[in-house]
């Protein structure tokens, strides 16, 4: 039975009816455009309590936020603050109060009788100090029906809600709703915003940061860059101070080699030449007396032999300038043309084929015959007579059954590998790095010049734009490996 000072007694005129809905949706109005101005939900949350408290003078009003299944102060203007305090942050249950029972199970609570209802019996301690007698909470649901909150109205008598009550909470639950889920909203928008500005000036903070990196990584390159320039520049000086080092010293062995190559037969020149003037002084002075004939014939006799070593000796001295001008002679000037190949090694084949019968060697050609080349015949026969010369002279010389194979093939679109190998003493691992440098030979004791594979290596690396080397991988005797491309390169 309702209390008979209520408020909630049932509508006896239309005029009451009409007030009670024009302030109902005063309230609706008030609390919307606080929300839609964006106002702290607490303030919209206030509003709406102290609406509904105007339209029913004896209730309080309060609304409780669920968040993480505990309660939450929301709203509570009216209700006294040590017990707002005291319930604030309790967990929701089947047996929480008004609130927490409301908001665990999804439906209003009415509990008439605070002190003996059991939902209040861990509660009760709270609300009774403060003569709060009655609670009744509705649970608030957002679109999507998940439970935001409640909103209770709190009674100083033991007794129920009225109709004017239920019209009330009809109209403040969605209000409430519209307030937190808007809230909220503005919360996660404020909180993306909050963590858009911390990316933000984070990247920021990282293109600083990184512009720093690359400004320091491009001084720490342009300094090694210098760095880089400085040693390159003191490694072309070393290398340029090296070149001509070893300039100098192939200059002094050359000098060296012509002075010993020219010294034996000049030397033997000279004597002989002043033995035949010191032996004509001598007949000049037998001729102012009377001469016998065996003294004109011993005389005819040391001229002629003198002459004839004279003779020799310049001989060998211009034999071996002729040899010191094949050094620095300018093979550009040789005619170049196209030319078969295994011909040209035929004809210089065919020029040590008496050599090779008397030292009883032979030759055997592994040599295509459809390999040509745009090249220069004369200056690779050259290269041919002295590898060939040097095989016989220095490789099979004392040797039964020598042999020379001379191979080609192609490693290389435009390039042939011909190999010049002997069966002969070979070399030692120790002077193969020598066997191009001028006047390096193993048997200068016998009048040997060692220009020989110096000649034949200028002509590979110049004119003909290949390679020549000692192929220390030959298993026995020696293997010159020759390099060269099809089409020389213009002189």
Known sequence: MEHPSSLSSPLSSASAGLERIAHLLSLQNTVLEAVAIGRELSEALTLLCHGVEHLADDVMCSVLLVEGGQMRHGAAPSLPLTFVAAINGSAIGAAAGSCGTAAYTGRAVEVRDIEHDPLWADYKVFALPHGLRACWSSPIFAHDGKILGTFALYFHEVRGPGELHRDAVRIATPLAAIAIERSRMDSAERARV????????????????????????????????????????????????????????????????????????????????????????????????????????????????????????????????????????????????????????????????????????????????????????????????????????HGLRGRSRGRIVVSVTRPSAGQIELRISDNGTGIAEGIVGNVFEPFFTTRLADGYSGLGLHVAYNIVHGLLGGTLEVDRAAPVGMTLLLRIPLIAPLA
Request: aromatic share 4%; charged share 30%; hydrophobic share 40%.
């Open 194 to 393: 909050a963590e858009l500005a911390t990316s933000n000036a984070r990247i920021e903070q990282l293109n600083y940061t990184l512009e720093q990196r690359v400004e320091e990584r491009t001084q720490d390159l342009s300094r090694r860059n210098e760095e880089l320039a400085r040693a390159f520049d003191e490694l072309q000086r070393t290398h340029s101070q090296l070149f001509e080092a070893r300039k100098l010293v192939s200059l002094s062995r050359l000098v060296v080699g012509v002075a010993h190559e020219l010294n034996t037969p000049i030397g033997n020149a000279r004597v002989l030449s002043t033995t035949l003037l010191e032996r004509c002084n001598a007949f000049r002075k037998l001729a102012e007396g009377p001469l016998r004939r065996s003294e004109m014939l011993e005389f005819t006799k040391d001229m002629a032999e003198g002459s004839r070593i004279l003779a020799h000796s310049l001989e060998m001295a211009a034999d071996r300038v002729g040899r010191f001008k094949s050094v620095a002679v300018d093979h550009s000037s040789s005619p170049r043309r196209s030319f078969v190949l295994r011909e040209v090694i035929e004809d210089i084949a065919a020029l040590f084929e008496p050599v090779m019968g008397r030292l009883g060697c032979d030759l055997h050609l592994e040599v295509p015959g459809d390999i040509q080349l745009d090249s220069y015949p004369e200056p690779l026969g050259q290269v041919l007579s002295n590898a060939f010369d040097n095989a016989l002279e």
